[in-house]
């Protein structure tokens, strides 16, 4: 048994827990990289903390994740409320609404930079049709932040497959019983429909949370951090200091505060939603 775990082990060993460990250790050390590492304690913290590119970057995740998560959320569920009904094509619907999610986040980034294009781009001529002059988008301190957001609802498709496999496991008998006793359509979804789904939804807004702290290519591709820092996004910062200004020791640094950080969003998130998330059986966990 050993003999055929072993691929997965060693590659775990040496692909995975080292770089983990070895990033710990260097984030107490100065280390460019070409120089051997020299210990200097809590230094990279400190200056983390003191530095206000960091400061920068933890503001821009943070705007960008309490405003692009939810609406990722509301219009996921929103998509799969109307194609969990029986409506016509309604496969292809889901498809072509699921399709955007399989596209690689450089070629979606290459794409969107075309779009929101100010002269040339299609968000711009549609926006002229209606006699609107469109705003800069990416070029624009005031408008690049929100621009990748809205990017960022193109690939709302997978989580409405995740929600539409929820509102499938639904009870009929519940529904049908909450019609029974003079419920409506609202009344339904909010005390039957949103309480059967809200497994996945605890679930989606930890997953969008997560991959909201971790956004780097649209910065890295479409914006550079810029304009003025306006998308100076955390990872965005990390990638800089490690491989722009080849500060290994500083960049291991960050890494494990947004480690942490994650870890106590995730359980703060766990925490509060024992009061609201219902799981099969009735019992909260």
Known sequence: MYLFLSPWLIGFLIFALYPILASLYYSFTDYDIIHTPEFVGLAN?????????????????????????????????????????AIPLRGFFRTAM????????????????????PQIGLFNYMLSWFGIHGPSWLMSPDSAL??????????????????????????????????????????????????????????????????????????????QGGPNYSTWFYVYNLYTSAFKEYRAGYSSALAWVLLIVVMLFTALVMKLSNRYVHYEGGQNR
């Open 98 to 117: 699921y399709f955007p999610s399989m596209v690689s986040g450089v070629a979606m980034s290459l794409l969107w930079y075309w779009i929101f294009n």
């Open 146 to 223: 929100y621009a990748l957001m809205i990017m960022t609802l193109w690939t709302a498709g997978s989580g409405m497959i995740l929600f539409l496999a929820g509102l499938q496991g639904v009870p009929a008998s519940l529904v049908e019983a909450a019609r029974l006793d003079g419920a409506g359509r609202n009344r339904i979804f909010f005390h039957v429909t949103l309480p059967m789904i809200s497994p996945v939804l605890l679930f989606q807004f930890i997953i969008g949370i997560i991959d909201s702290f971790q956004v780097f290519t649209q910065a890295f591709v479409m914006t």
């Open 45 to 85: 913290y400190k200056e983390m903390f003191s530095n206000e590119l960091f400061w920068k970057s933890v503001t821009v995740t943070l705007r960008y994740t309490f405003i692009s998560v939810p609406l990722q959320l509301l219009l996921a569920l929103g998509f799969a409320m109307l194609l969990h009904q």
